[in-house]
């Protein structure tokens, strides 16, 4: 893969509606190398060859909710800019769209917690089960819950600890904001800026601020397209550069078998094309 210079500015600027091709769609036809659409998935490519070198089955590891959640999020990712490129009078719902990329973006990050326990031993000293529904895929486990076990027990699973540690911050922030969302009353209100802002605003009036020239304070604005790239930016960095470095290093680390299971993981879904183009990733 390749990225632009990190802190590089980006151009946000959104392709029409109407230029959106077809193919942009989710499919469950592999996706092509060369396709604008696709993205390279380094950490799913890692977590199946180690299924098929230990188990002799690529799907041994359930990823399934994972790749669900995330077509999701960049469906949600791609409804925010496409109202971004509308007029004021149109983007009726962008308040909504904005909560809703929030509330999904937890969801994905669950996710990727409840993939990484499975290739953690299955009886931990100290560590809760799963959560969730009696079926099998709809089990979850908190990003929390396992990044905090993993900050206490950093000694015997050090390759995981440092990925979720350097993530620590950007993932507060958008548990912060979800909890406000879903828990706190809290809503979005859109700004219209020179570049379009928001801010989380709730009933207890403890909505962000920042201070003044005059020594006051003012409600704190964060520009949209910015928040909900660096975000989706932040979490394919950590997925696929840096989890999927620690998923090959532990596998070294405690003997698992790793044996490639196919030449090139890719996901395809609406949202990826605007996504690669935006962060210039080549691949």
Not at 79 to 101: C, G, N, P, Q, T
Not at 232 to 242: I, K, N, P, V
Request: with cysteine; glycine share 6%.
């Amino acid at each position: 893969m390749a990225f632009g210079p990190r802190g590089a500015r980006c151009n946000f600027a959104p392709p029409r509606p109407s230029a959106i091709p077809e193919a942009s769609q989710c499919s469950n036809v592999m996706a092509q190398e060369n396709s604008p659409h696709s993205l390279h998935v380094p950490l799913f490519q890692s977590l199946d060859a180690i299924g098929f070198g230990e188990h002799g089955n690529i799907r041994h590891f359930d990823t399934g909710t994972l790749f669900w959640s995330l077509t999701r999020l960049f469906g949600c990712y791609e409804r925010v800019f496409l109202a971004l490129a509308m007029s004021r009078e149109d983007r009726l719902f962008l308040d909504a769209d904005l909560e809703h990329y929030i509330i999904r973006f937890r969801i994905v990050m669950n996710d990727v917690a409840f993939v990484i326990r499975q290739i953690m031993p299955s009886s931990l000293r100290g560590f809760k089960g799963l959560t969730g529904g009696v079926h099998p895929k709809n089990r979850e486990m908190s990003v929390f819950t396992l990044a905090q076990y993993l900050s206490k027990n950093s000694d015997s699973f050090p390759e995981f600890a440092e990925a979720f540690a350097s993530a620590s911050k950007w993932m507060a922030r958008l548990a912060n904001d979800r909890d406000n969302v879903v828990h706190y009353k809290s809503k979005v209100v859109v700004f219209e800026t020179p570049i379009p802002s928001f801010a989380l605003v709730n009933a207890a009036g403890t909505e962000r601020s920042e201070p003044t020239a005059d020594g006051r304070s003012q409600m704190a604005l964060t520009q949209i397209s910015e928040f909900v790239n660096s975000q989706m930016l932040a979490l394919h960095r950590f997925m696929h550069e840096d989890l999927a470095t620690a998923v090959t290093s532990y596998a070294s680390r405690v003997g698992l078998k790793s044996i490639q299971a196919g030449h090139n993981h890719r996901i395809s879904c609406i949202g990826i094309q605007r996504f690669r183009s935006i962060n210039a990733i080549a691949a």
